[in-house]
């Protein structure tokens, strides 16, 4: 299993930047895909989540500015990023969740790093002001 993040890099506050996360899971369609990032000296947080059944949240933080979205023919997940501002600085990583119970239980596990059983190995994005 492999998950490799790309599209990264550095932006203006502002800007717009999309990641993307390509995955080598079977059958794709039948994972759960998060987006998370950490930024240096703090927890890794929960961004963005898109499930199995087509079911999305957000952090409070980019509501209204990220959109998370996958092409399941293409084995990749997407994370658009608008509006983006300094606090946004971060490893972004890309993490996956496969059946048996590929759906979250309760709305705890959504944004829970421990649920997801597959990682990526990150990629910066740096947003100046």
């Known amino acids: 299993v492999q998950l490799v993040e790309s599209g990264g890099g550095s932006v203006q506050a502002g800007g717009s930047m999309r990641l993307s996360c390509a995955a080598s899971?079977?059958?794709?369609?039948?994972?759960?895909m998060g987006w998370f990032r950490q930024a240096p000296g703090k927890e890794r947080e929960g961004v963005a989540v898109?499930?199995?059944?087509?079911?999305?949240n957000y952090a409070e933080s980019v509501k209204g500015r990220f959109t998370v979205s996958r092409d399941n023919a293409k084995n990749t997940l997407y994370l658009q990023m608008n509006s983006l501002k300094s606090e946004d600085t971060a490893m972004y990583y890309c993490?996956?969740?496969?059946?048996?119970?590929?759906?979250?239980?309760?709305?705890?596990?959504?944004?829970?790093?421990?649920?997801?059983?597959?990682w990526g190995q990150g990629t910066q994005v740096t947003v100046s002001s």
């Open positions: 899971l079977f059958p794709y369609s039948s994972y759960s």
């Open positions: 993490a996956a969740r496969g059946p048996p119970l590929s759906t979250p239980l309760s709305s705890n596990q959504w944004f829970a790093s421990w649920w997801y059983g597959y």
């Open positions: 898109l499930l199995s059944d087509g079911r999305t």
